[in-house]
């Protein structure tokens, strides 16, 4: 790597783990309810809220009520982005005239949104009013991140408290999530987005005649709009010219913030954040990237802080830094050496102070290789799911980590509120193999961890793999899975295993050469994405209640001491025995057996 | 059950109005007064006419332009109704067969250039709608456009590092060359 390279790095991880002290001290306070005096204003604005939706703000909930308040709000949000896509044609803010986007498209970008998965198989720029963008997706993206805030305080909470029912009440831990930590956030990060060119408006997308006129081959089509194709089944096109270029426009900014502080990873266009207009310099990028980690990274600090024993959460955040780090030096090597094939070409891949160098397909200039495999390791790491160059063309192994952190729970920082406690369930189980080992009743800070508790940490680890590896063998096997594969070979693989892994983890990065707009994937991602959240958010919950309920022990001379760096070891071995073992064999049919291929043939 | 559906569906309303509603006026709004050219595009505007944007890129295939990357987007490069990359994998033919025709396109434009070609112009980008080239990029580029101009490579050279700009803060990023700027600054040396 280049020293400029390492420097970039450094400077990242330097600046996330400044931050991660304060950022996890405010959030303590807001969840404690001892609001600092720099937001004490907001505080009106809260108690109104309550007072007008009816919450009694003052009354705890136990685990089953608050799941339930959960599960409404979540199914209300799904209500309302499947209503607003199907009615978009109907409403104001739509200057391009978009008609309703098709039920099996509208259902699984609904459940998208709100499991903070933000897959998405649509077009932002050809297919979504700004109606739909704003009140719809926006509003998903600050809400699903709330929710998941919530479930992770409340399973602090679980630990934190002893022998009560209640974790905490629902709405409140929601609406300070909003009020206080996601929306200011948001309006600071939007305006430094739109100082550096993210555009902000409602205006029609602008057509501008460009300096050179084009040449280029137009699908041709029939009367009814669809494409002509000739007797072989290709479509046929004819030369068309053109001077005119459309310039895309609409409340961009104001969704890119949220979309990475709450990890969501939808962006307004297609072509996510590695598009000019949502991410236009290697400003916005850095911040993009740190923003992706800023509330994961926090919410460490904040567990230790809220269970009296902050050297708890140092050490579950210098387990997440320990793997990231050693994961982002596989994709940062794999992207920067380039590809075998075009060094036969005569091409120059080679780094210098002119050119990144590297395999540069599907990445853009401004980021060159060192931000943007920095950025897919972040992204896959967090369950964000934002992308600044494309996955599907990253080299065999490059694109294998981002595919492995997701299928490692997305525990390496993770997404907001996901990504603890997500780690949590790995410390229990971790903390259980350990006491198995020596032959003791495992405690994890101060909590005797039994058999209702392991069964919910392992519904947590298990479910997303059977998600995963069904769905996968499920779409090799059909027709309609089959036919959405863009590459050949192990690649195509990939690139269905990768599909399912992202909905099932709610990350919703893509090896985007699958066609997944189609009633299948559509479908089965969708039903992926669901139960990739709610099943694992419930028994989460139900932890949470069973913890707070039991009585605090004292450590004694056998506690195992879980803040020490043998505990990190064991922590991160458990995340790559039980996470990834589960996968080795998918693993080998994909990227592996492509690796060794183009090894092969070179 | 039911107890907690009045609270779901009120703060859901009230938080939609706020978050959905209050805060992209209010961003949109504060754009406009205080950020009108960078929230409006970065449009970059010849003669009183909008020519582009200093973010999206053009297509050029003339050689007495620069070109830039290489755009996926369909049905034309540098749709920007289209945004997105070509998805073809490290090992598709098909990715080395478009990469063998934009490395002949560039040697057929310029027969006598013997350098080895810059990856970055024969890879798609990632939106399809780069704005920019790596130097190394543009100083390939400079025999070709200053000989279909009959300008001096000299002149050429000038321009590219009048239009180089560096990491950001010096660490940020990559340098890169807007093509655009620099393909209408060459206009002007006419």
């Known amino acids: ?602 | 059950m039911l107890k907690e559906f009045r609270p779901a569906v009120m703060s859901f309303v009230v938080l939609t109005v706020i978050t959905g509603i209050v805060y992209p006026f209010v961003m949109t709004g504060f754009s406009q007064i205080f950020m009108s050219n960078t929230a409006n595009g970065s449009l970059v505007v010849k003669d009183g006419k909008a020519v582009g944007s200093r973010l999206i890129g053009q297509a050029f295939s003339d050689p007495k332009y620069f070109w830039g990357r290489p755009s996926a987007t369909s049905p034309m490069p540098y749709n920007g109704l289209a945004s997105g990359g070509s998805n073809l994998g490290p090992t598709n033919p098909a990715l080395i067969d478009e990469v063998k025709a934009r490395l002949q396109a560039l040697r057929d434009a310029d027969p006598d250039n013997h350098a080895p070609v810059p990856v970055e112009l024969v890879t798609a980008s990632g939106s399809g709608l780069d704005p920019e080239i790596s130097p190394a990029a543009a100083q390939y580029q400079v025999s070709r456009v200053a000989h279909a101009r009959g300008l001096e490579v000299a002149a050429v050279n000038r321009l590219i590092a009048q239009h180089t700009e560096p990491r950001q803060f010096g660490i940020l990023g990559e340098p890169r060359v807007n093509v655009l700027a620099l393909n209408l600054a060459l206009d002007t040396l006419h």
Not at chain 1, 249 to 270: L, R
Not at chain 1, 400 to 412: A, N, T
Not at chain 1, 432 to 453: C, H, N, Q, V
Not at chain 1, 487 to 497: D, K, Q, R, V
């Open chain 1, 1 to 602: 790597m280049t020293t400029n390279g390492f420097l970039q790095i450094v400077l990242f991880l330097g600046t996330l783990l400044l931050l991660a002290k304060p950022m996890g001290w405010y959030m303590s306070k807001i969840y404690e309810g001892d609001i600092p005096g720099f937001v004490r204003w907001f505080v009106p604005v809260e108690k109104g809220l309550y007072r007008l939706c009816g919450i009694e703000s003052g009354q705890e909930m136990g685990w089953v009520r608050y799941a339930i308040a959960l599960l409404w709000f979540s199914l209300l949000g799904m209500v309302a982005v499947y209503a607003l896509q199907r009615l978009q044609g109907f409403l104001p803010f739509n200057p391009q005239h978009f008609g309703a986007v098709s039920p099996d498209s509208s259902f699984n970008t609904a459940v998208s949104f709100m499991t903070n998965t933000n897959w998405q198989a649509y077009s932002g720029e050809s297919t979504m009013s700004y109606l739909t963008q704003m009140s719809g997706l926006t509003v998903q993206n600050f809400l699903s991140a709330a929710s998941g805030m919530a479930v992770a305080v409340a399973l602090i909470r679980g630990f934190a408290r002893h022998s009560v029912k209640t974790v905490g009440n629902f709405w409140v831990d929601m609406t300070r999530s909003v009020l206080y930590i996601l929306l200011p956030l948001s309006i600071l990060f939007a305006c430094v987005l739109v100082s550096q060119g993210v555009v902000q408006n409602f205006a029609a997308n602008k057509i501008i005649h460009t300096v050179e006129s084009q040449v280029y081959d137009n699908p041709k089509m029939d009367a009814a709009g669809n494409p002509v194709k000739d007797a072989a089944g290709n479509p046929v096109t004819e030369k068309a010219t053109t001077q005119a270029q459309t310039i895309p426009f609409g409340p961009v900014a104001s969704q890119e913030a949220i979309k990475m502080i709450g990890t969501n990873g939808g962006g307004f266009f297609n072509a996510n954040s590695a598009h000019p207009y949502e991410n236009p310099t290697p400003l916005t990028n850095f911040l993009q990237m740190i923003m992706m980690f800023l509330i994961p990274a926090g919410l460490c600090y904040t567990f230790g802080k809220m269970i009296g024993d902050t050297r708890q959460g140092w050490a579950i955040l210098t387990a997440m830094t320990l793997v990231f780090v050693a994961m982002l030096a596989v994709t940062e090597t794999s992207e920067q050496a380039g590809n075998p094939a075009f060094a036969a070409l005569g091409i120059d891949q080679a780094a210098s102070s002119t050119q990144a160098g590297g395999n540069m397909e599907g990445k853009e200039t401004r980021f060159g290789i060192v931000n943007s495999a920095l950025f897919a390791t972040i992204t896959t790491s967090a369950s964000c799911g934002a992308v600044n160059s494309m996955h599907d063309s990253f080299m065999p192994l490059g694109g294998m980590v981002p595919l492995s952190l997701i299928q490692l729970g997305e525990v390496v920082f993770g997404g907001v509120g996901s990504g603890l406690y997500g780690m949590l369930i790995y410390a229990i189980i971790a903390i259980f193999i350990a006491g198995l080992m020596i032959g003791r009743t495992p405690e994890y800070i101060g909590k005797k961890i039994e058999s209702f508790d392991i069964k919910m940490a392992s519904l947590v680890i298990l479910i997303p793999p059977l998600l995963i590896l069904c769905g996968t063998a499920v779409a090799v096997m059909a027709e309609a899975g089959k036919a959405g594969v863009g590459n050949p070979g192990a690649h195509g693989f990939s690139e269905i295993l990768y599909a399912f892994s992202s909905a099932a983890g709610n990350n919703g990065s893509a090896f985007a050469g699958l066609s997944a707009n189609t009633p299948f994937y559509n479908i089965a991602l969708g039903v992926a994405m669901f139960f990739g959240r709610i099943w694992l958010m419930v028994p989460v919950l139900a932890l949470a209640g069973s913890l707070a309920a039991k009585k605090r022990i004292p450590s004694g001379a056998g506690t195992l001491a879980t803040h020490t760096p043998i505990f990190v070891m064991l922590l991160i071995g458990t995340v790559f025995l039980v996470g990834a073992l589960n996968f080795v064999p998918a693993l080998g049919l994909g990227p592996v057996v492509e690796q060794l291929a183009m090894v092969g043939a070179h």
